[in-house]
């Protein structure tokens, strides 16, 4: 069973524009939720990340959503760039483990 | 460079073959992990590591995969007999034992299984 479950699976944006991508959650012993950016042939590489304490967290381009009742959370990004083109992941941590969603990949159209 | 490295990048075998990756983490971080990915999909864990001890296993790893950290530095995931199933990239991080905002992945290494 997922543990982790992301969505949409693809994503396409014009240049300038705001893309969204959602993610959901069960367990609730997970104390840390990071977001990652990969490009192809490219390891993972952490975006941001936000603890449930709080609801917002916002570095640049990139925030982060978090409605802990729901057990949802959130990658915006604003004024999209062909540049930010590639998968996102969201991912879970139970303090041994990381959890990750299936992708998104994002393309942004100039 | 002082990040995550993996090697080979890439690893072409035949059906039946042995291979064996190598992962060497950032020096500082104590606790290594082993995900596998496959096209479309997110990382998967495999195992990890604190220091040398291999504390976790995932029920995705066969009795043909085994993996070392010998002194607690490098690591190193072995793939006995493989299989056209087991084609995937595998990733290796690495992080600071209860910070996990320091995980930081390797480029992976990509297996094909002919």
């Known amino acids: 069973q997922q543990q982790v479950k992301q969505s949409p699976q693809s994503l396409i944006v014009q240049k300038g524009g705001i893309s969204i991508i959602n993610c959901a959650y069960e367990?609730?012993?997970?104390?840390?939720f990071p977001w990652y950016q990969q490009f192809p042939g490219k390891g993972p590489a952490l975006l941001i990340a936000?603890?449930?304490?709080?609801s917002e967290k916002k570095e640049g381009r990139f925030t982060i959503s978090f409605n802990k009742s729901a057990k949802q959370f959130s990658l915006h990004i604003m004024d999209s760039q062909p540049g930010d083109s590639a998968t996102y992941f969201c991912?879970?941590?139970?303090?041994?483990?990381?959890?990750f969603g299936s992708g998104t990949k994002l393309n942004v159209k100039p | 460079d002082t990040g995550v490295s993996q090697n080979p990048r890439h690893k072409i075998t035949k059906r039946g073959q042995n291979v064996t990756f190598r992962c060497d983490p950032i020096?500082?971080?104590?606790?290594l992990y082993w995900y596998r990915q496959t096209l479309g999909q997110g990382p998967e864990f495999l195992t990890y590591?604190?220091?040398?001890?291999?504390?976790?296993k995932s029920r995705l790893l066969s009795d043909r995969f085994s993996a070392e950290r010998p002194k607690g530095s490098f690591s190193t995931l072995e793939i006995q007999r493989t299989e056209q199933g087991d084609s995937a990239m595998y990733l290796c991080?690495?992080?600071?034992?209860?910070?996990?905002?320091?995980?930081?992945f390797g480029p992976g290494t990509r297996l094909t299984v002919l």
């Open positions: 991912a879970a941590y139970d303090f041994n483990k990381f959890y």
């Open positions: 367990n609730t012993a997970f104390d840390y």
């Open positions: 936000i603890r449930p304490d709080v």
């Open positions: 020096s500082e971080h104590n606790r």
């Open positions: 590591f604190q220091n040398e001890a291999q504390l976790e």
């Open positions: 991080a690495s992080i600071t034992s209860g910070a996990a905002d320091t995980q930081y």
